[in-house]
Every structure is written in structure tokens, then in C-alpha cells.
């Protein structure tokens, strides 16, 4: 088993910044939601301009799926799942400004975005002992960076729920399906279905996405652009409280 390595340091600090907290202090954002709420983009950017890194755990999720595929693991198999997923070597960019994640070398960045890696992913996701072993993982690559936002569905939970600023960034299922269909072009309406909310509603056995617990804020994104939801995050840290 190979731990996860950071493959590039986060960006810099860009401009349209409107946080004025110290960029010396050490920050932890942790972002949660159901699939299509915007967490992908909107943490990502929130991240550039916090001057932080940013960590992308449905990546993970993903690219142990593709690496089961490419296996030849059968996903109803949980011993042998959740084997291949303890042994992928992983490497993921934390780095707001480079998408890229490998597993044993092989850059599949491109290809756990694709619709045959969209329907099975929840078959691993769902696996108890692959999810502890993506949590330890996230768990180091979260406490070696100083500054980073991190996105999933179990982070405010389960990942990071020591968080200095912990959000549930939700959408209408309305709002969610027609982002994802502008995003992906020309997908049916049953693939769209599949992809949001049939997905959404396996994941959901085994995290908590849609209902906030303690101390997290949740951010209706449904009637936001894409600006003003960045905004709502950057204000919320913002006014997190520091220790
Ligand atoms: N507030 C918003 N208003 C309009 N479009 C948005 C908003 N937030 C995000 N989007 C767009 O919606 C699409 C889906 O967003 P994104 O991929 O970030 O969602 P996600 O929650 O990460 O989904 P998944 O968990 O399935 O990967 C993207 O094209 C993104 O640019
Ligand atoms: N912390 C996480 C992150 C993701 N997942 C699951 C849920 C999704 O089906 C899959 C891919 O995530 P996406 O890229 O669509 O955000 O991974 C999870 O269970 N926990």
C-alpha cells in the first residue's frame, strides 16, 4: 500500500480574494453536498482565492473505481474491493490550479469522469472498509497541508469535523439536474437521472449529505450564481471563528 502523495504544492493567493484573514494561519474548510450542488467548482475556486490547497475525495472515490474496473475486481465482491482499494497507489494535485490523479502511474484524470465510472462508483463508495481506508487518506493529505478546502459528501462529518468552517452546500434536485446537464451536453434525461439522483440515493446509505448536524452551515445554492455561491463560502469562512 502506497500512501497518497501530494503531487504539487496549492496556488497562490489570486486576485478577487475578498477574505482578509491571515494567509499565515492555518485553515481547514470542509464542503459536503449531494452530487450537482457545485461543491467541485465552487470549493475549488473558493480555494484559489483563500491562497489554499484543495482536495477533491469524490476524485479518490472515483479513481479506485476505475482501478477496480481496470482490475477486473467484481464490485459485489467487498473482501476484494475493498483489497484493491488499500493497495491502489493513489496520487492526487492538491493544488487548486492542476486537476490530476493517478493510480499506479497511470494519469486518469479524463477517464473517472466518464459515465461507465459514474455508475459504478457508488459500489465502492458504499464499501465500509474501502471508505475507512480513503478517509485515512484524505485524513493525511488534509493534515499535511498549512491552508486547504476540502470537498465530499462525509467531511463535515467524518473526515475533517474539526473544521474551522464547515458547510452543506445544497441545491434544489431542479437546479442540480440542470447544471449537470449543461455541464455534461447532450445527456439523456434517464442519464442525467442516473448520475444525480439515483446515485445520490445509494450514496446516501452510508453518508449524511443532505441534512446539516452541528455547527455546519448549510448554503442553499439553488437561486445563486456561481459568483454569489462563491461569495456565500468565502463570507462563511470568513466569519468562522479562529482558535
Ligand atoms: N451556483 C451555481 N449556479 C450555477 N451553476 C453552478 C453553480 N455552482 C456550480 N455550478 C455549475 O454546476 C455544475 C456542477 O457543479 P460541480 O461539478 O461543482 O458539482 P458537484 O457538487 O461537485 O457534483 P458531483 O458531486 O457530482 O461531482 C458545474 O458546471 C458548475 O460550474
Ligand atoms: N467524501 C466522499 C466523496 C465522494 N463520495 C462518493 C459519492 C459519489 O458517488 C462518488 C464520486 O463523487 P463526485 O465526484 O460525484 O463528487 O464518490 C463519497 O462517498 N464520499
Known amino acids: 500500500m502506497t500512501a497518497p502523495e501530494e503531487t504539487q504544492a496549492a496556488g497562490g493567493s489570486a486576485s478577487g480574494n475578498t477574505a482578509s484573514h491571515n494567509a499565515q494561519e492555518r485553515l481547514v474548510v470542509a464542503i459536503d453536498g449531494p452530487s450537482g450542488s457545485g461543491k467541485s467548482s465552487v470549493a475549488k475556486e473558493a480555494a484559489r482565492r483563500l491562497g489554499a490547497a484543495y482536495l477533491d475525495t469524490g ?6 473505481t476505475w482501478h477496480c474496473l481496470d482490475a477486473g475486481t467484481d464490485l459485489t465482491d467487498a473482501d476484494a474491493v475493498a483489497r484493491a482499494v488499500r493497495e491502489a497507489d493513489l496520487s492526487i494535485s492538491t493544488d487548486p490550479g492542476l486537476e490530476r490523479i493517478a493510480i499506479h502511474g497511470t494519469d486518469v484524470t479524463t477517464t473517472i469522469r466518464e459515465p461507465f465510472v459514474s ?8 464499501n465500509l472498509e474501502a471508505r475507512a481506508e480513503l478517509v485515512r487518506r484524505q485524513r493525511a493529505i ?4 498549512p491552508r486547504i478546502v476540502a470537498e465530499g459528501r462525509d467531511i463535515t462529518t467524518v473526515v475533517a469535523p474539526d473544521a474551522h468552517c464547515r458547510i452543506l452546500l445544497t441545491a434544489s434536485e431542479e437546479a442540480r439536474m ?8 447532450g445527456a439523456t434525461a434517464e442519464a442525467l437521472q ?3 439522483v439515483e446515485r445520490d440515493a445509494k450514496d446516501s446509505t452510508v453518508t449524511n449529505f443532505t441534512t446539516a448536524t452541528d455547527g455546519v452551515h448549510t448554503l442553499d445554492s439553488s437561486d445563486l450564481d456561481f459568483e454569489q455561491t462563491v461569495q ?4 462563511l469562512v470568513e466569519r468562522a471563528p479562529r482558535a
Open 232 to 235: 456565500a463560502v468565502l463570507t
Open 142 to 145: 488534509i493534515g499535511e497541508q
Open 178 to 185: 440542470r447544471r449537470r446537464g449543461l455541464q455534461l451536453g
Open 119 to 126: 455508475e459504478a462508483v457508488s459500489a465502492v463508495a458504499t
Open 59 to 64: 476524485a479518490m472515490y472515483r479513481a479506485v
Open 194 to 196: 442516473r448520475q444525480v
